[in-house]
């Protein structure tokens, strides 16, 4: 009896095992039938070259706040940023779960490499660089162009848009931003007053005019700038009390780069100066304090485009 039960068991036993082994032949057949599908890109042309980027990709690191506010506002998640400093309206990307990759010029490469980002976004700051980020993950230039800030801006935007599959919210976003532009372009217009845009960096001054990284108050929202002769440089065209005093501007319309940079703040000192005194923007309380954080850090985004717009909007009432 003992001996036909064993039987039984391991004639059981055998057509179980025959099953399992034919199952899993029929499952390998079917994936060498059916080979994995690759995970789609789409090719992003940008100042620095041409790069292949995954669509939706997962782990993404952002050097370039502009970018970082246009994915803050399309609700984009982001893993990593360098955090030395975070605009203060961004203060959210402090949080430990986003991983801090050093600083705007100062990358953290080693982190970078541990992190093993599938997209990484620089601009201008980290240009220098690209070669180095390219080794790690595919990476993409989308530093705005200055001498056409608002095109610049709304391609790099798209970029933005068609690789997470977020156009429909980029056109809407955009939309409302052209209407704000427009109402304050009409309203400078109107008034034909002159301005001069100055950065106060720790007890120097420098001006900024057409075609610069603050342009976008002459180029796209229309203010008449009093000098049309300052030079176009990143760093601004260095200048004196006596300047601005000479061009007598409408509006001054101040940007403070110690104020967000960890700096001694020294935009006020700009306006208490004795020969400020008796300047038209002094006297008609036409002086704007532009906020750096959109400004200085953060230009080219969704939200600080926005914010700026409605800076100057308010700045001119």
Known sequence: MWKKLSLLLMTMLFVVVAAACSSGAKEEEKEKEEPKKEAETITVTHELGETEVPKNPEKVAVFDYGTLSTMDTLDIEVAGLPKDPVPSYLSKYEDEKYENLGGLKEPDFEKIHAMQPDLIIISGRQ????DQFTEIAPTIYLGVDESDYMNSFKKNTEIVGEIFGKEDEVKTELAKIDKDVQAVKDQATKSGKTGLIVLASEGEMSAYGPGSRFGIIHDALGVTPVDKNIKVDNHGDKISFEYIV????????LVDRGAVIGGKASAEQVVENDLMKNTKAVKNDNVVYLDGN????????????SAMVKEVAEGLK
Not at 127 to 130: G, H, I, L
Request: proline share 4%; glycine share 16%.
């Open 127 to 130: 240009a220098d660089m690209y």
């Open 246 to 253: 000479e061009k007598d501007p409408d509006y001054l319309f």
């Open 294 to 305: 959109y400004w200085y850090l953060s230009g080219g985004g969704l939200g600080s485009v």
